[in-house]
């Protein structure tokens, strides 16, 4: 038990379908971990869901906050009500305000899920150069469109786009990198450390070390995020996480409640 970790602001439960546990499990497993707070961050519902097997429905979202809310009354862990509010192109930021405005959130994840980069994996004949350049142009600006809605507060798996492990070069990412950490920063938004990128492809945390100092120099802040299926994995890698953060120059994280943003050592 190491009583000094920051707060897990990036877990799942079995609503989405694709996760294991309750809430209350999430929190009495982030105690063991000697993490004293996360947040449920379940994915949005979508209308029309063309892949309901991964998120929960829109039925599902009052059992939702009332297994959040069960888990608050526990008490022992300080757990916020979050969501990961998945940012695509054909949904309308209304769908998504409208989700906003059903509860009292204490804060909203903005990620990208769609694109070629989620099963595209390296020795695949169709990832040549141009087209890995392509897809990580048009991954960016995305992420500088999510930024623009001013939808969200923590950017989630910055550098996804690098998940199977196929990575664009350096002199490209460079180049189309910075301008979506300013529209980030533009927002006031933060950007999580996701351990979760340890476990994939990429063998790394997103983002990258490399993005976490232009981040840094920007003064875009932090906060720490698992993504957790399982309540075995809270707090996953964040001895290391810490280490990597405190290296890139961070000593406080993002710390919401309401959706209002204070900085808090770690
Ligand atoms: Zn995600
Ligand atoms: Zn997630």
Known sequence: MNPSLPADYHTHNRLCRHAGGDPIDYARAAIERGISEIACTDHIPFPNDPTPSIRMTREDFDLYVG?????QAAGG???LLGIE???????VSAHIQSVLDLADFDL???SLHTGPFWDLAPGDPAATPEFVEQMNR???LRMAELADTRLYDVCSHFDIVKRTGI???EALLAEIVPPALDAVAAAGMAIEINTSG???GAAEFYPAPRILAWMHERGIPITFGSDSHNPGQIG??????VALARAAGYTHRAQYRRRKMTLVPF
């Open 138 to 140: 048009t991954y960016y």
């Open 85 to 91: 509010a998945d940012y695509q192109r054909d949904l």
């Open 236 to 241: 996953q890698h964040f001895e290391q996480a």
């Open 108 to 110: 909203v994840l903005g």
């Open 167 to 169: 990575r664009a070069p």
């Open 77 to 79: 862990c300080t757990v």
């Open 198 to 200: 340890l476990n994939h």
């Open 67 to 71: 297994n959040v809310r069960a888990a």
